[in-house]
């Protein structure tokens, strides 16, 4: 005999707001809901306003030429973002069940709707939770009196590096003199270097030509080469040395797994109180950038360069693509999550207001970072010599170049670069957390009476760590240009010894050396 559950439902009948229609609403009411309104609006907040808009919407405005951007975007965000997103909120509302559940009592035929939203939801988990690691790696080297990323004096620096704040104690202690080559020189002495009969800090001349100091030799960030070396440890990756696991960041991604589950431990309660910080404290951080940013110098070209349009841009294909894909990345529809945060609101709740309300905050803060970002890279172009759109090369690490540099040029940097770090930090586990709710409440799938195991979540941690390597995609790459056989693992007809035979036979002392480049499929040959 079937044991009879311990709590009594408790049922009325409710309006749908259509037509007059009633239905018999059953409450549960051993399952959780939110305290008011308000917590439900900011935990939506808190999942669809996250990283995506401080680190990925600068970076897809820079990589596609500016303000043009926009247009697409906000286009795609009313015709497509919102009603979706009001879509998921609707039927989470109103069936008060999760998106696999919600999707099978619908009807039948769309049960792997929800089986769709989970995988979805697990491929973005993966490497999600990695670029929140990234922010804590960043928050606690700021504990350190000098930061790095501020200097070239770093045993990983180039001699390409550049750091703006040493380039001031250079034109502080000699103003005849700028930061160059990892020290301070005399800007005459590298003008005649390069071939001019003399020159000044800003330009090199002689009797038939004038050039920008800046444009004679390459400039890189310090903190462009502290990301790329010191975090993702990528120089020297190659196809055949990619690297290993970066331990430091493997620390970190346990930790924000760990608070991950704190956040959780009570489920949609705990998630509530804790909104409350995560959705508000962001805003408070990108208003002190912003109020730096444009205090510096070339701010307003960043600012101009960010609106101004270019409307040739609107013929790529790829624009429009972008920007597709950046509406579903930062509302965060069609994982599911929206559906599971709306099951537990209250049947009547007005989850259309709300639809908009989060949608239009999100498109208002993905534009406020923009703002913040753009003044910076601004500032950026002046000290380093060169157009907005060649300052950074890397872009898909934008906002882990240009924030630190403004946060370095601030009074009591470290203290603010704590600040700007844990807010990243909480932008990112305010979606996570949503991310592994839905999980949590969501069964081990079924076959007939069996039931999968837990120990396949194993299969997500191993994916997980792969992502901690420098360059774990050559092998995927390869794999997905073909040929898909046995040949990936099988010297290639030009792999031998690297000096050809006959070389050395008295007739020549040029020797020919076959290089294999790892980012070519054919040899090049050099000669000694």
């Not at 089986?115 to 960043?138: D, G, K, N």
């Not at 104690?169 to 160059?180: A, R």
């Not at 709306?342 to 703002?371: K, M, Q």
Request: aromatic letters at 14%; proline letters at 4%.
């Amino acid at each position: 005999m079937t044991e009879a559950k311990q709590w009594t439902s408790k049922t009325k009948r409710v309006s749908l707001g259509v037509g007059g229609a009633l239905v018999e609403l059953t409450q549960d009411p051993e399952r959780g809901s939110w305290a008011n309104p308000i917590e439900f609006v900011l935990s939506c907040i808190g999942y669809a306003v996250g990283i995506g808009n401080v680190w990925r919407f600068p970076y897809l405005v820079y990589r596609n030429g500016g303000g043009a951007f926009l247009i697409p975007f906000v286009l795609m965000l009313i015709t497509m973002g919102l009603p979706i997103f009001f879509l998921e909120l609707a039927i989470g509302q109103y069936s008060g069940l999760g998106p696999n559940e919600a999707f099978t009592r619908m009807a039948p035929a769309l049960e792997g709707l929800g089986y769709c939203t989970l995988v979805v939801i697990l491929l973005v988990m993966v490497y999600y939770m990695v670029i929140v690691a990234w922010t804590l790696f960043y928050t606690f080297v700021s504990f350190v009196p000098k930061l790095g990323w501020a200097y070239c004096d770093n045993d990983f620096n180039t001699n390409d590096c550049y750091s703006g704040l040493q380039g001031i104690q250079c034109q502080t202690n000699d103003p005849e003199t700028i930061f160059y080559n990892k020290t301070c020189v005399s800007a005459r002495l590298i003008c005649k270097n390069f071939g001019f009969e003399d020159g000044n800090v800003t330009h090199c001349f002689d009797t038939n030509r004038l050039e920008l100091l800046q444009h004679l030799y390459t400039r890189i960030l310090s903190s462009e080469e502290y990301f790329n070396d010191r975090v993702l440890g990528l120089r020297g990756a190659t196809w055949e040395h990619f690297g290993g696991i970066r331990w430091e960041l493997l620390g970190c991604l346990t930790l924000a797994w760990i608070v991950c589950f704190l956040c959780l431990m009570r489920g949609v309660q705990s998630i509530g109180k804790v909104v409350y910080f995560t959705a508000l404290f962001p805003y408070v951080m990108l208003t002190a950038l912003l109020i730096r940013g444009v205090t510096l110098d070339g701010a307003g070209d960043g600012s101009l360069w960010f609106i101004t349009l270019k409307w040739s841009t609107l013929e790529s294909t790829s624009v429009w693509a972008d920007a597709a894909s950046q509406v579903f990345y930062s509302l965060g529809i069609g994982c599911g999550s929206l559906i599971t945060l709306s099951s537990y609101s209250n049947f009547n709740n007005n989850c259309h207001r709300d639809a908009i309300i989060v949608t239009f905050t999100n498109l208002a803060t993905s534009i406020f970072a923009g703002f913040v970002i753009f003044s910076i890279m601004g500032f950026l172009a002046r000290q380093v010599g060169m157009p907005i759109d060649d300052v950074i090369k890397s872009g898909a690490g934008l906002a882990f170049i240009a924030y630190p540099e403004a946060v370095a040029r601030m009074p009591l940097p470290n203290l603010w670069a704590v600040l700007f770090f844990v807010m990243l930090f909480i932008l990112g586990i305010g979606s996570q957390v949503v991310f592994v709710y839905q999980i949590c409440t969501y069964e081990m799938p079924r076959y007939g009476e069996y039931i999968f195991p837990g120990w396949v979540n194993a299969i997500g941690i191993l994916i997980g760590l792969s992502t901690l390597a420098p360059m774990p995609f050559f092998f995927i790459r390869r794999l997905w240009k073909g040929p898909r056989d046995w040949s990936l693992f099988r010297p290639k007809k030009t792999w031998g010894p690297a000096v050809e035979k006959g070389a050395g036979n008295g007739n020549s002392s040029m020797a020919t050396i076959k290089i294999s480049q790892p980012y070519r499929n054919e040899p090049q040959e050099d000669y000694i």
